[in-house]
């Protein structure tokens, strides 16, 4: 053995002792410089001698742009015998790559747009070595009832909101619903449309627990009912609770949410609408130049009142502040994510951004739609089970914009974001 490969020898045992000792999320090293290695990089050696050799090399993971967490894809993707499990290759493959480790470049594979890293395959799923970093803005609120977890940050004059959509499956302590949370999830589209206005239940983003599982980020759907822990009043003539209406809601009630937190009413998202899009610098990809392609260049206070089922906001297709809450991390309808920035432009949620998924219903709205409740009840004054309704807000992919609605009835299944209560 030359002297030469003694040395590298001498370097990578000293490198993989180091990777022990200081546990794999810490495992990355540069020798011969300060500078951090490069994306991937074990082990990365960087050397500027003028009067020898120079290197700046190092020991790298395999590259790897994942498409699924719970897949080896794209290893064995469009593989029919892997993905019936033929002959029990899923199962076999799945049990003989326990411990591969790559470096992934797909910043999306978790739904978050910042996954880029280290991961390993468990068996089952791929795992990353090291949590995402949060912003100094971003913390984390975990859920005494679930131990579930939900990023949250202020929003200026509009308070503070979750990064996350709710999902839990019980009303917390402190609150004393006028319902029963049906914890039996509704099972398809079919099923959601013989719905009744008062009825109070819940489903998963695609009717699957399985996509739900994989990204429990996107949350559960609520009824109205469900979500607020409020009786659909349908006999109440004109109980109209919007922003500017005769009994405006000024601060949602609790519902679903934790304890210390709320269903913020209309009149709270257009605060939070009007927040993000007059500095929509401050939680998206946009810079203060792109701002100056809003039009308006400043939220309309008119549009607080406006006419329900109309979009508000920019009318430039390309900038507006329902792109500036979208996440670009988009779940496609055959279960792979993409990054779509042309059309997400939300600061990911460790970020700092709103970070709204597009995904409703089955798969075949995916990258569609993203839909919430708020707690501000609607009647127009009709009678009978179709008339209850409720305000709630619809951003879609193809608009810039955000649309104000009251049509949908309380039987539809939406998102729900918690506001902190005092905020």
């Not at 609520?222 to 979500?227: C, L, P, S």
Request: aromatic share 10%; proline share 4%.
């Amino acid at each position: 053995m030359n002297i030469f490969k003694k040395t590298i020898t001498k370097i990578l045992a000293s490198f993989f002792m180091l990777a022990a000792n200081t546990g794999l999320s810490l495992a990355q090293v540069t020798i011969g410089s300060d500078i951090p290695p490069v994306g991937g990089a074990l082990l990365d050696l960087k050397e500027d001698d003028q009067a020898g050799s120079n290197s700046s090399k190092g020991l790298l993971l395999p590259l790897v742009n994942l498409t699924s967490l719970t897949n080896l894809y794209p290893m064995f993707e469009g593989d029919p015998d892997y993905l019936e499990n033929i002959d029990n290759q899923r199962t076999d493959e799945n049990a003989s790559h326990i411990g591969l480790m790559v470096y992934n470049t797909n910043s999306c594979i978790n739904l978050y747009g910042k996954d880029a890293g280290v991961y390993i395959w468990n068996g089952s799923m791929w795992q990353p070595v090291s949590d995402s970093k949060l912003a100094p803005n971003v913390s984390v609120f975990v859920d005494t009832r679930d131990g579930q977890e939900y990023r949250y940050r202020s929003f200026g004059d509009a308070g503070v909101w979750m990064l996350d959509n709710m999902r839990a499956q019980a009303y917390d302590t402190d609150f004393t619903p006028a319902v029963t949370l049906n914890l039996i999830p509704v099972s398809s589209e079919p099923q959601a449309n013989s719905l009744g206005n008062g009825e109070s239940r819940i489903a998963y983003p695609n009717y699957s627990q399985d996509a739900y599982n994989s990204y429990p980020q996107l949350g559960l759907r609520y009824t109205w009912v469900a979500a607020t822990g409020r009786n659909s009043p349908i006999n109440i003539t004109n109980l109209n609770e919007g922003d500017g209406d005769s009994q405006q809601l000024n601060v949602g009630g609790q519902g679903i949410c934790p304890n210390g937190w709320h269903v913020p009413s209309d009149a709270e998202w257009n605060k939070l609408e009007q927040e993000i899009y007059n500095n929509a610098q401050a939680y998206s990809s946009y810079t203060s130049s792109d701002r100056n392609d809003f039009n308006p260049s400043a939220w309309q206070t008119s549009w607080n009142t406006t006419e329900t089922q109309v979009s508000r906001g920019s009318s430039n297709s390309n900038y507006g502040h329902a792109l500036a809450m979208f996440n670009s991390c988009i779940l496609q309808s055959d279960g792979t994510i993409v990054n779509n920035t042309a059309i997400g432009k939300s600061l990911s949620a460790p970020d700092g951004g709103f970070n709204v998924s597009l995904v409703f219903g089955d798969y075949a709205e995916t990258n569609k739609t993203g839909l919430y409740w708020t707690a501000s009840y609607f009647h127009g004054g009709s009678t009978g089970d179709n008339q209850g309704n409720a305000y709630s807000r619809y951003l879609y992919s193809t608009n810039s914009s955000q649309t104000r609605k009251v049509n949908p009835t309380t039987k539809n299944l939406f998102y729900v974001r918690c506001k902190q209560n005092g905020t």
